[in-house]
């Protein structure tokens, strides 16, 4: 019974640990600065859009920069969720901008991707 501290001594103990535990989290918190670009890429959820923003970044870095900006605050705000290929196809098209994505053709036979002949046979 020496052993325990008063109610009032622990009280405070407990006080001063929980302020220094909030203190320490909020300056983790300041450290921790969002990339707008990062928290973009961390939302496309295909590889077409990600093949899209990249060529985008090349052909076009003023206006990628500007977009990338404009996602961040339509995902911020909640109006966003995620961006697929479609989606990230059609703000460049609204735009204005000539950019393609790839087309690849791909031959499916007995679940493994196989080359034109083997699909023939």
């Known amino acids: 019974m020496s052993d325990e501290l008063p109610d009032s001594l622990?009280?405070?103990l407990y006080k001063k640990y929980?302020?220094?535990v909030t203190r320490k989290s909020s300056e983790v918190e300041k450290t921790r600065v969002e990339k707008p670009e990062d928290v973009v890429w961390s939302?496309?959820?295909d590889e077409k859009a990600k093949e899209l923003m990249n060529k985008l970044k090349a052909l076009y870095p003023d206006i990628y920069q500007v977009l990338v900006g404009e996602l961040y605050k339509l995902l911020?705000?909640?109006v966003l969720k995620e961006l697929d290929g479609l989606t990230v196809y059609s703000i460049i098209k609204a735009l204005g901008l000539?950019?393609?994505p790839d087309i690849r053709i791909k031959f499916v036979k007995?679940?493994?991707e196989?080359?034109?002949d083997e699909y023939m046979k």
Do not use: H, Q, Y
């Open 43 to 45: 939302k496309l959820t």
């Open 110 to 112: 007995d679940g493994k």
């Open 98 to 100: 000539n950019i393609r």
């Open 114 to 116: 196989v080359d034109l």
């Open 10 to 12: 622990r009280l405070k």
């Open 76 to 78: 911020k705000d909640g």
């Open 18 to 20: 929980v302020s220094a």
